[in-house]
């Protein structure tokens, strides 16, 4: 039988920061959590417990591909539960990394579209660079040399600005997303779908599921043929939807558990001949060096 790729988010969609974690329970009925990245000797990433057990599981049931727009060192600090995955999408699809080694021929054919298809980096930059207030930006990034993002101060940070960002970016090909304290300003051809299309392609698939809680992950949702995103988030912020995409109702740490029970109960489905690839599906209702302030990631 045909493999079940699973392909995920994993900031805010299936790990979490403390700060993300929403634990509205009381805290004797808090889940147990596992901390699943450490930087600078600081615990800084976490799943339940649950949804580790659910991981390792699935590891043993799909082709796990975590699609990100982390940087290929952002995303080697991660340390998740179960099989490490043969193949890992990083800088939103500007690398696919292939036992951990980015695949040289992917990456030069991104860079190609990119620059047929959309304006340079140094433009999106230096607009950035004269747009941004000091007031609350904290830092420029440059990521892996194929977008941008800025680390501001959410509450001070206005949100017309924002709004007049993403205008002026579509014009010149690129997308403009929102995370938490995070700007990016990613171009339109960089894309996570595409580099999981490649993927299911590569490994023979036969479904393809994903989840994604932003902006840049909803073309990740399309090129799959079931998706769902947490009740937090960009897309659940704009009432985004898609045929064969859930929206699911819980937030913070424990979507990631239910994203997760979701993944294998479909998993488990297919191999079962219960769903198929362009079956109507029901969704889930209720449910380098620096430049100016520029750092590279």
């Given at each position: 039988?045909?493999?079940?790729?699973?392909?995920?988010?994993?900031?805010?969609?299936?790990?979490?920061?403390?700060?993300?974690?929403?634990?509205?329970?009381?805290?004797?009925?808090?889940?147990?959590?596992?901390?699943?990245?450490?930087?600078?000797?600081?615990?800084?990433?976490?799943?339940?417990?649950?949804?580790?057990?659910?991981?390792?599981?699935l590891g043993d049931r799909a082709v796990?591909?975590?699609?990100?727009?982390?940087?290929?060192?952002?995303?080697?600090?991660?340390?998740?539960?179960?099989?490490?995955?043969?193949?890992?999408?990083?800088?939103?699809?500007?690398?696919?990394?292939?036992?951990?080694?980015?695949?040289?021929?992917?990456?030069?054919?991104?860079?190609?579209?990119?620059?047929?298809?959309?304006?340079?980096?140094?433009?999106?930059?230096?607009?950035?660079?004269?747009?941004?207030?000091?007031?609350?930006?904290?830092?420029?990034?440059?990521?892996?040399?194929?977008?941008?993002?800025?680390?501001?101060?959410?509450?001070l940070l206005p949100e017309e600005w924002?709004?007049?960002?993403?205008?002026?970016?579509?014009?010149?090909?690129?997308?403009?997303?929102?995370?938490?304290?995070?700007?990016?300003?990613?171009?339109?051809?960089?894309?996570?779908?595409?580099?999981?299309?490649?993927?299911?392609?590569?490994?023979?698939?036969?479904?393809?599921?994903?989840?994604?809680?932003?902006?840049?992950?909803?073309?990740?949702?399309?090129?799959?043929?079931?998706?769902?995103?947490?009740?937090?988030?960009?897309?659940?912020?704009?009432?985004?939807?898609?045929?064969?995409?859930?929206?699911?109702?819980?937030?913070?740490?424990?979507?990631?558990?239910?994203?997760?029970?979701?993944?294998?109960?479909?998993?488990?489905?297919?191999?079962?001949?219960?769903?198929?690839?362009?079956?109507?599906?029901?969704?889930?209702?209720?449910?380098?060096?620096?430049?100016?302030?520029?750092?590279?990631?």
């Amino acid at each position: 039988m045909s493999p079940v790729l699973v392909a995920s988010d994993l900031d805010r969609t299936l790990i979490y920061s403390a700060a993300a974690l929403a634990l509205t329970m009381p805290d004797m009925r808090a889940p147990r959590l596992l901390c699943v990245e450490v930087h600078e000797s600081k615990p800084l990433s976490y799943m339940t417990e649950a949804a580790a057990g659910l991981l390792t599981g699935l590891g043993d049931r799909a082709v796990f591909v975590p699609a990100t727009t982390r940087t290929r060192k952002q995303y080697q600090r991660i340390n998740l539960p179960g099989p490490t995955p043969k193949y890992a999408v990083c800088a939103n699809g500007g690398h696919l990394l292939v036992d951990g080694v980015s695949d040289p021929d992917w990456h030069a054919g991104v860079l190609a579209r990119l620059a047929d298809e959309c304006a340079p980096l140094a433009e999106v930059r230096a607009h950035l660079e004269a747009a941004a207030d000091p007031a609350w930006v904290r830092k420029h990034r440059v990521a892996e040399d194929l977008f941008v993002y800025l680390v501001v101060e959410r509450e001070l940070l206005p949100e017309e600005w924002v709004k007049e960002l993403a205008e002026w970016a579509e014009q010149r090909g690129w997308t403009v997303s929102l995370q938490g304290r995070k700007v990016y300003a990613v171009p339109g051809p960089l894309t996570k779908g595409a580099a999981v299309r490649e993927v299911a392609r590569r490994t023979g698939a036969g479904l393809t599921l994903a989840a994604g809680d932003s902006l840049l992950d909803a073309d990740l949702l399309l090129a799959a043929d079931r998706g769902w995103h947490p009740g937090h988030g960009e897309l659940a912020d704009s009432g985004w939807t898609a045929p064969g995409t859930g929206a699911l109702p819980e937030r913070g740490v424990l979507a990631g558990e239910r994203i997760l029970r979701e993944f294998l109960k479909a998993a488990r489905e297919f191999r079962q001949g219960q769903v198929r690839p362009g079956e109507p599906r029901d969704t889930v209702e209720g449910s380098a060096e620096r430049s100016g302030p520029w750092g590279r990631d």
